[in-house]
């Protein structure tokens, strides 16, 4: 089966610039996760939705972070505007429903800002 | 709310020596702990879990973890270590309340001599 997607792979802007990036999970996995990981810390969840619902955005900072899941299938994340501290990897994960399901990650989208 | 700490930033040994990677966590409930790697580049990889029962638990590439509740520990070990498990290590504890929550700790750094 197929992993999960992410494009692009590496992405470098300027400061106060806009950036989306793009995840396409497992076949079939209701639940999907995207995670910042600053470079020497472990990722952090910044949203989680199941199926096309937000489930927790709690982490999101969301003056300048979106993200939606419209048909419940891939999802975008978008920074407007970033910021340097935004430099870090986005991973996104997906997983079947449930509390037990195991979590399968993307290689990830390593974002520079300048 | 529920965190990880894993003491060792970076741990170099021998190829074919043992090894044992250490996380510490804190939850008020029955815990669910994973182990992930993250080679370099890649996205996070499942070794093992705990959700429940016997304690000691086995995952892939001959890794292993024991729960100890009194110590709040899920240990990572591996008898003899490989050059090809030179990477990143990073525990991390999940609610089990609804969809599966991670938090990750800050993660270990695997450096292996021939």
């Known amino acids: 089966e197929a992993g999960v997607a992410q494009s692009p792979r590496y992405k470098i802007i300027e400061k106060r610039q806009s950036v989306a990036f793009w995840c396409n999970p497992i076949?079939?996995?209701?639940?999907l996760y995207w995670y910042q990981q600053i470079l020497g810390q472990g990722p952090k969840l910044l949203i989680q939705f199941q199926n096309n619902g937000v489930v927790d955005d709690s982490q999101l900072p969301k003056d300048r972070f979106s993200a939606e899941r419209l048909k419940g299938v891939d999802s975008t994340l978008k920074i407007q505007p970033a910021k340097l501290e935004d430099s870090a990897v986005y991973l996104c994960a997906s997983s079947r429903a449930g509390a037990s399901g195991e979590q399968f990650f993307g290689p990830g989208t390593r974002l520079t800002v300048l | 709310a529920q965190s990880v700490t894993q003491p060792d930033i970076h741990i170099t040994v021998s190829e074919g020596a043992s090894l044992e990677l250490r996380c510490n966590y804190s939850y008020g409930a029955t815990p669910y702990l994973f182990w992930y790697v993250q080679s370099p580049g890649q996205g996070l990889q499942l070794l093992l879990k705990y959700f429940s029962g016997d304690t000691l638990v086995q995952g892939i590439k001959g890794f292993e973890a024991e729960f100890k509740r009194s110590q709040s520990s899920f240990n990572l070990r591996k008898p003899s270590v490989h050059w090809s498990d030179a990477a990143e290590y990073f525990c991390?504890?999940?609610?089990?309340?609804?969809?599966?929550?991670?938090?990750f700790g800050q993660g270990t750094r695997l450096t292996i001599n021939p």
């Open positions: 076949s079939g996995h209701a639940t």
């Open positions: 991390a504890v999940g609610t089990i309340q609804g969809a599966q929550k991670l938090v």
